[in-house]
């Protein structure tokens, strides 16, 4: 008797949420043990490219280079030979700029302390736009 109770309350709580009753899927006809897909990252620009040429050719040059390869990942990250970089998000990438990282024994400093947070966007919106177009 309990276990009817159980189940009774159950799949009135399921289908008040939205739920189907026992037929094994979800609203959108696929499994329920499908998790919801996750959004997209946002790799928007989000600051002025232009101004961020100028911070880039002033504190970024360097290390990653005029063409962006980072001297062949030698002495930065190679934007163009691993796009892969400039897929992750604004968060994770402004994170990585102003708190630095030491990624296979290569490490780029913390920028929070130099550039403020508009400059950081204005530099991330200036590799966005000059290398995430090229091949």
């Given at each position: ?32 043990t ?46 163009i ?20 990282i030491?990624?296979n ?15 950081r ?15």
């Amino acid at each position: 008797m309990r276990t009817l109770l159980t189940l009774a309350l159950f799949s009135t709580l399921a289908l008040a949420c939205g739920g189907e009753e026992a037929s094994g899927g979800n609203a959108a006809g696929g499994s329920a043990t499908e998790a919801p897909e996750a959004p997209a990252a946002d790799i928007s620009l989000p600051g002025d490219a232009a101004a961020g040429e100028a911070i880039y050719t002033a504190n970024c040059l360097a290390c990653h280079g005029a063409d962006g390869t980072g001297n062949g990942g030698m002495t930065g990250g190679n934007f163009i030979g691993e796009p892969e970089r400039l897929q992750k998000g604004n968060d994770v990438l402004l994170g990585e700029i102003a708190n630095g990282i030491n990624r296979n024994g290569k490490v780029m400093p913390a920028w929070k302390d130099t550039l403020t947070e508009q400059e950081r966007k204005d530099a991330l919106s200036y590799i966005r736009h000059h290398f995430g177009h090229q091949g």
